[in-house]
Each structure stands twice: as C-alpha cells, then as structure tokens.
C-alpha cells in the first residue's frame, strides 16, 4: 500500500512532543469536596472547544468559590450570554484563573462592580481593576456558584490560562484530584470516499460502522469485511466518562496506526481561542448537522490552522492502491491515561486508472481568496480564507411560506461551516421609512427565526452571518411584554425585599431594558434562559410613594413600558 508522500516524511519532528511541566501544589481546587466534572477541557462544543472544566456544585445555586491561589482581580465580567458572571484573578506565578457562570460575588467585589454598575447605569458591564484595588488571598472566597451567561445548569466553569499568551491549559495538569479509572468509550468509525475514484465495498460512499467489545478489546460490529480503493480517510466517534459523574466529556488524545506504522496523532494540552471554531473542520461538520454525532476526522482540511495535531501524515489520506490486507489501529486516551483500541482490517485492491479531464464547475470557491456571489436579489461577501477547503458555491431562491419581505434564500448548506463571518445584502423596493427599523434578516431553521443583525443603507438591506442556511427579510410590529410579577399600582410592598417582572419578546428578542424609581435608574439582573428581571431594593426605594417604571424594547426597536406607584 501507498500510504505516505515519501520516505523523509517518516523521520519529521517528534511526534508527540512531552506534556509541558506546570505546578501541581500551586492552586487550590475552587470549590468544597470531591471534585465531580459535568464537563471536560478541550471537550467538543459547538463551534469551539471547551476552554476549561465544569465543577458539578451539587445542581445547586449559592456554593463557595475560593482563589486558587494568591493574586489580584484583573477582570470582571457580567453578560447575558458566555460565561455570565466571571471573575479573572491574575496570579504572581505567570497564570490566569477563571470562574464563570457565578451567582453572585463577595460582599467586597460584589459592592466595588454594583458602584460601577451605577456609574454606567448598565447591568452588563467588563472592569478591568488595577493590581491595588482588589488583592485575593489563596482559599478566599470570590463568589458563589451560579447558573448565568450560557449555562445550562448550575456548576462552575474553571480556567487556567497563561498570562502571556491567554491561551487556556487543561486544569488537570496542575494537580486537581479528579477520580477517574475509566478507559474512554469508542461508539464507531466512519470511513471516508477521499475522491470520486475512491471505493468503499465497490461503492463511492462514506460508511459509518459501530463498535462493540470495551477497553483495549474494542472491535467492528458483526466483524465485517471492508473492501477499499483508493483514497481513503477515517473519523472516530468517542468520548470519555470520569468516576462517579454520569456526564459524556471529551477524551485527550487519539492516535491512528495503520499496519503498525503511525499516521495520525493529535492530542488537547492548551489551544489558542482564536482557533477554537476550527473545530468545525476538525470533526466531520457535515454529519454532526445530520444527525448530532461528532466524529473527529484524521484528514486535516488545508484551510485548518488548529495546533492541536502531532501528527498528520499525508493530510490524514490514506492511500489504498494494493491487493493486501491491512491492519488499522485506534488508540484513544483520556488526560488520566486511561486509554481504549480499536482494531479492524482492510482489504485493498488496486485503483481504477483515472482519465480525462476535471470538469469546470460554476461558482467555484477558492479557499484562499476573497469570494463573492452577485444577483439582481442577493449579494453575497466573503473574506479570504473563510473555508477550509475549496467548493462549489450554490444559492437558491423560493417564495416563503409566511408573508415575508423577500423570497427565501437557500444559502448554499448548513452542512458546510464557514469559518469567518460574511456580509449578505438584499434590494427591497418601495419600503416606507418607518418601516425599515421594523425589518430584519432571520435565518431559518425548523421553522423558527433567529434574528441577524440588519441595518439599510438606502433601500438595501443587509446583515452579518456566520452560517450558511436558509434566510428570508421579515417584520417584527409586535411590542415586547412586561408582566408584573409581585408588584401592580397602588401596591403597598412594605417588608419586600425585591420586585420581578417576568419580560419576553417572541421574535426579535428583547434588545434594550431601562428601570427607574422617582425618575432615578435602578440595577435590575435579568436572566434570558427564565426571562425574569429583578430589582434588589435598595436606597433607591424611599418611604412612602415610589414611581416604578420599566422600559424595554426589542431589536426592532418595538417598545414596552410599565408604570405602578407602590408605597414602601
């Protein structure tokens, strides 16, 4: 079989490279107990890799968070969406620590970020303290554990970074105890049609085969024979479990070998953010949208610039073009050495002569550069290296369903990722002026909109995108609502110690929300996931009569207000 480029590449740089040294004894878990994981550094997420891990708190709100170790708080954060409430304290040592989706902070933090809250009149804020204005010792309590910003439960999201680089590092490599004697499970396999000319079982389709068996004995399911021609690529289905938590998280390194002879390995130590949406090329992107099973890919796309492999011979091709049989083996392994195989065979045969010439393709895009698309009813930009590999470009165009301001566009698929975003303009004729703040571009997706960014610049409208799909130009008239959930007018709240109101708009979304309280305005969190807004009273509220009102709009400017004089 000829597999690889040439004999040179056979002595190339060390393959794997030893796991750098960092201190064990240096930092202090950050919560109390045993440390349980509901998620796992370098674990595939959408559109990224996981920068940390998930600390279980017991699926509950208000757990201590200590400092790991000594050092200043050099940022805060608080968000509607990413990490919610974050703390990161820079430490003397050259790291970074990290703690996301917090409840709420120390009294101390907690009335230095409130004050500048105030001081912006805005519940989201980012501060950047100076190294004298808030110190932490080792085992101090920041925060309290939370469920904000994008979490989908209660836990904590640990980092650690190095300070230099702000690239993240696997926590576990600096000593956290997490009991974990379990190899990592392998579900399946898929092997890959390279080209045209490639054949698996005398077809030009991929084939996904499942596993059975466990640990270092894992094989194909039913055994079966597997006939291949030509060039070939492999994708493996995996993941790994920790002791005593019943949560899918991510295995560390994956290692392929065929007739005893490396050819893949790559494994996630640290990575660099600006390279986390690879990802997206680095699993099989397409078969995720299908069917929401990821499988990590050895061919490496030449548009991938991830950091995280050791070894790619080939650009991860296989090239079948003998009459043996060959032996292909999988290893995987977790951060904890845990590790399972997979072994199967093959059976080669020689490949079809190829003749003729390629056919020319209509909108072809080049990775490497700069693309667009033009018609009379969409334009379409791209920016260099916004793929990572080279295709035909398709758009497509239908009347939509739903009364809509445009026909509906078929954006290529939403099978294949983009990797920087593009601009989309589309003409609308004879729209009123104060209708266009009305407009936005929403893609479509199991007949529900998400709302795109959009803005005219005389009678086009246009938006920035991230994804291809299907999109369409629609109105949102319809106001946000406000319900008042403990308070109405003439209320007597004496003894309360909060108002809630519960807020939603059900399709552009809620945009904007200002409170006031005697025309003053007034600190209200608002969580997006329960849609609920509350005021902590506090010296803003006076004895006596107090005029509440609280003004939301929604992204296509709609608005809402709500107005109650309550006695305190």
Known sequence: MNRFIAVGILVLICITGQTQEYPKDYFQQPVDGKLLLSGNFGELRSDHFHSGLDFKTGGKIGAKIYASADGYI???KISLSGFGKAIYIKHPNGYITVYGHLNHFSKDIES???????ERESFTIELFPKASE???????VIAFSGNTGGSAGPHL???????KTEKPINPVFFGFKIKDYIKPKIKAVKIYASSENSKINDKNEDVVYKTSGWGLKYRLKNDPSIKVKGPISLGISTYDLTNDSYNKVG?????LKVDSQLVYRHKIERFAFSESKYINSFIDYAHYIAERERFQRIEKDPGNKLSLYGRVENSGVLEFNDTLVHHVVYEVMDVHNNISRLQFNVQSELSDSISGEEKKKKNWFDYRNANKYSHSTIKLNFKKRSFYRSFEFKVSEKKHKLPAYSNEFAIHTDQTPVHRPFTIQIPLKSIKTEMKEKLFIARI???EYSLQNSKF???TISATLRKFGNYVVIADTTKPTIKALNIHNGKNIEGYKRLVFEIDDD???VDEFRATINDKWILCEYEPKTKRLVYTIDDRMQKGENRVVLRIKDACQNEKTFEAVVSF
Do not use: F, M, P, W
Not at 112 to 118: A, G, M
Not at 134 to 140: A, I
Not at 251 to 255: A, E, K, M
């Open 134 to 140: 808030l110190k932490v010792k080792k085992g101090e």
């Open 445 to 447: 997706n199991d007949g």
């Open 251 to 255: 295995v560390y390194q994956i290692s």
């Open 457 to 459: 610049t005389g009678d």
């Open 74 to 76: 050099a940022r805060i």
């Open 507 to 509: 399709l552009s979304g």
């Open 157 to 163: 999201h640990y980092e650690i970074r190095d300070s």
């Open 112 to 118: 230095y970020v409130r004050k500048k809250q105030y």
